[in-house]
């Protein structure tokens, strides 16, 4: 698929989130009118507005100056941190738009919804919904941070905060969002010559998923596992300003950690593993078939393809997790939900990562990436009118 086609289904995903995400915020004000608990019950309400609160125009109550930032805050000085906390939203909703737009443009042009590609396009428009609100939640952070008028304490523990906050409204919206943006680049491919499957060896199709596996199961394993995460969340001190990485740290490099059950029989605990090895499957799967889903397998969209696989295993272990969770009776039926969209940051850190090795070792195995598919070649050759011999005769 071009350019010029892929922009346009590209551009209403963007449009789409963005809208989606913006409606959520203003949903937020209406959990706080009375009367609201006699539709929900009280945990509901408030994890329903945990969930919206990221996406708010309206700052929490008591949440920006709150008289400490200067010896007497009056109220220019609350107008002011207001202000920052309406250019932080203007730019997490930008921002939201851009890496969408950044992400579906080269995943709808090498992955274009036809000849059977159609549930792996909608899959990865899916993952990558999460990605850039989370993208976009950090673009926006140092501008919220500022605005509650505690920018220079413990700066480093509040961006991991902030960064964790864009929730599961996320997952929801990039759900509707990849739904649409399926449609819209059907309609727009409409017409037009389907380009074939690519024919990529099996040996290299798998030794380049297991590659990606491996840099992920580093994080799934190694760093996930309780004593190693207790290391990177204290190990690191400092001093000033950037002191306290280990909370951002573990944002970025953790995508699980090997802590519970805390107590409970043996099965208790293998369950709980079970949902890492799911992680690992759906990424080796994911990372099988994307060769030769692709209309062409460069690095970049190979790094977009990797982040989208590990987001999805990633949604597949919570899914996992949500079914063996005793919690609801207590916390309510929205808490189920609550963990969805957890770890997308170290889900884009080593999903990139597992993305370019799984490129790189098809590199090495041989496998081509530019030009035409061998099959797409075969066909035009086969569609090419043959000189008569006998013309001249």
């Known amino acids: 698929m071009t350019y ?15 809208l989606l995400l913006w409606w959520a915020g203003a949903s937020e004000q209406a959990l706080r009118l ?10 509901s309400v408030s994890e329903l507005r945990r969930w919206l609160a990221p996406w708010s125009y309206d700052p929490p109550t008591g949440s920006l100056s709150d008289g400490t930032a200067g010896g007497g805050t009056d109220l220019s000085a609350a ?11 203007q730019i997490r909703f930008v921002a939201v738009f851009v890496f969408f737009l950044a992400g579906a443009l080269p995943l709808i042009r090498r992955l274009p919804p036809t000849r059977r590609r159609t549930p792996a ?3 990865a428009l899916w993952a990558w919904g999460p990605v ?10 140092p501008w919220l941070i500022a605005s509650r008028g505690r920018g220079s304490y413990r700066v480093l523990p509040q961006l991991a905060s902030v ?49 990606g596996t491996g840099v992920v199961a580093f994080s799934v394993v190694v760093l996930s596992y309780q004593s190693v995460a207790a290391w990177l969340q204290t190990s690191f001190g400092g001093g000033g300003l950037l002191s306290e990485p280990g909370d ?37 799967w994911s990372l099988r078939l994307l060769p030769g889903l692709l209309t062409r397998t460069t690095a970049p969209v190979m790094a977009v393809g990797g982040v989208c696989a590990t987001v999805l295993g990633l949604l597949a272990s919570q899914v996992l997790h949500m079914a063996i969770d005793d919690t609801v009776d207590v916390w309510g039926p929205v808490y189920l939900f609550s963990k969805l969209g957890n770890g997308v940051p170290a889900a884009l850190t080593f999903g990139v990562l597992a993305g370019l090795a799984a490129w790189a070792t098809l590199r ?13 070649a075969d066909t035009a050759q086969a569609a090419s009118p043959v000189p008569n011999s006998n013309s001249g005769t």
């Open 121 to 123: 396009t909608l899959l």
């Open 34 to 43: 009375r009367g609201t608990t006699s539709v929900f019950d009280i945990e």
């Open 79 to 89: 107008a002011r941190y207001t202000d920052l906390y309406s250019t932080a939203m």
């Open 132 to 141: 850039a609100a989370t993208l976009a939640v950090t673009v926006s952070a």
């Open 248 to 284: 951002l740290l573990r944002e970025w490099l953790l995508l699980g950690v090997w802590a519970g059950p805390a107590t409970g029989s043996l099965g208790d605990w293998l369950l709980y593993r079970a949902a890492d090895v799911l992680v690992l499957g759906v990424v080796w």
């Open 163 to 211: 960064i964790a906050s864009s929730g599961p409204v996320a997952v929801f919206a990039g759900l509707l969002t990849a739904l649409l943006t399926v449609l819209v680049a059907h309609l727009t491919v409409k017409g037009t010559e389907p380009v074939p499957r690519r024919s990529v060896p099996p040996l290299a199709a798998r030794l380049a998923a297991s590659a």
């Open 4 to 18: 010029r086609r892929a922009v346009i289904p590209a551009l209403v995903g963007g449009l789409l989130i963005t």
């Open 364 to 376: 090495l195995a041989g496998v081509p990436d530019a030009g035409e598919p061998p099959e797409a």
